[in-house]
């Protein structure tokens, strides 16, 4: 028995032994379905995280307000869990998905969000107090379960991060601290409030960017896109060389295999590409001479395997060779694309000679 604690407190502390273990399931239930909840909704968090009040410390708070709880039932963050978010307007979409999840008790469950005090930012959580919904058949073995109460908070990275400040410099000591440096404290309280607005309002002018850019690109508006690795992740998306690769791999009757073609970005800066538009001309106005270089470099091949950068590449190729880059410009290129090696001032002579051959460098 606990010293210090009257029956009363004794009992619950008792009931809270017994209890022990189903407080154990409940914790990896909660942490279990709301990672898979986010998963689902594609919403990423800082960390999802619960922890179950120790013995001690839940007799010290029976020895300040013992008289308040009837029963185990009645304290609310025997099981605490959180979920720290990047975004302030995620925890909004986070506490509608909670809100389906689980049993809310309202009452006792608070937004300190809307409390607006300057030197409570990192408090500004979003609170509920759960329960399982009842009739849950997977909690047969634990038919109490969904009688125990648990808290949720919902807060953000920064928010997060200052309540550990704050608590370290103040309340974690006992000592109050003076004016002086309170108001300071208060300051960057007001700076971090305004940083995680900040990051949202960001996040969304991002997002509407990237939509407005698709929408360019599916409406065929190219010059009006800006070439950026967000633009060129559109335009690929768009997939513009698919078809040159079906060409090529019907050659040999070869399988296509995949590959990122984002490297290609820095090569189409290097050719002082401004917007999609730009990219989308050379491909327009190059193809078919990359479809008969690629025709003399496998027609006596039996390569089974093409690469899907192969249409790209040779775009590139005939468009060095047409602007005049010879093999220093194809060295370049190979560069660029395979990493600095010496193989490729081979691969460079032998790609020359491949293209020396074709209409369109003898016109030259």
Known sequence: MMSGLDLHCQLILEQYREALP??????????????????????????????IKTEESLAGKLALKGNKYQSLSDITDILGARIIT??????????????????????????KRRLHD???????????????????????????????????QLRTTLQHAWAAINHD????????????????????????????D???????????????????????????????GDTFRSYLNARPFDALNKRIAAINQAEVQPVSLLN?????????????????RMRKQYQEDAYRLARHQLGNTDLDIVSSSIGLQNICIVCILQQGGGK???????????????????????TFEQARQL???RQQ
């Open 264 to 280: 290609y970005l820095a090569i189409f800066k290097a050719f002082g590409f401004k917007t999609l538009g730009d990219i989308d």
């Open 118 to 152: 300057l030197d409570q930012f990192g408090y500004n959580s979003l609170h509920y107090i759960c329960r399982l919904p009842d009739g849950s058949p997977q909690f047969a073995e634990y038919p109490q379960i969904t009688r125990i109460p648990f808290e949720l």
């Open 86 to 111: 990047f975004y302030t307007d995620d925890v909004d979409r986070i506490a509608a998905i909670v809100e389906q999840m689980f049993s809310i008790d309202w009452d006792n469950s608070v937004d």
């Open 359 to 361: 209409p369109f460098m």
């Open 328 to 350: 220093i410009g194809l060295r370049r290129l190979f560069d660029a694309i395979n990493g600095e090696s010496p193989q490729n001032e081979m691969l460079a002579d032998i």
């Open 22 to 51: 189903v407080i154990e399931k409940l914790k990896q239930v909660v942490l279990d379905a709301l990672r898979s909840a986010l998963e689902r909704n594609g919403i990423v968090v800082t960390a999802v995280e619960a922890r």
């Open 169 to 196: 410099t103040g309340y974690k000591t006992g000592v109050e601290i003076p004016v002086e440096y309170m108001r300071q404290m208060n300051r960057l309280a007001g700076m971090l409030e305004l940083a995680d």
């Open 198 to 228: 900040e990051f949202s309002r960001i996040r969304t002018e991002i997002n509407d960017y990237r939509r407005r850019v698709q929408m360019l690109v599916h409406d065929g508006k190219l010059d009006d896109v800006l070439l950026d």
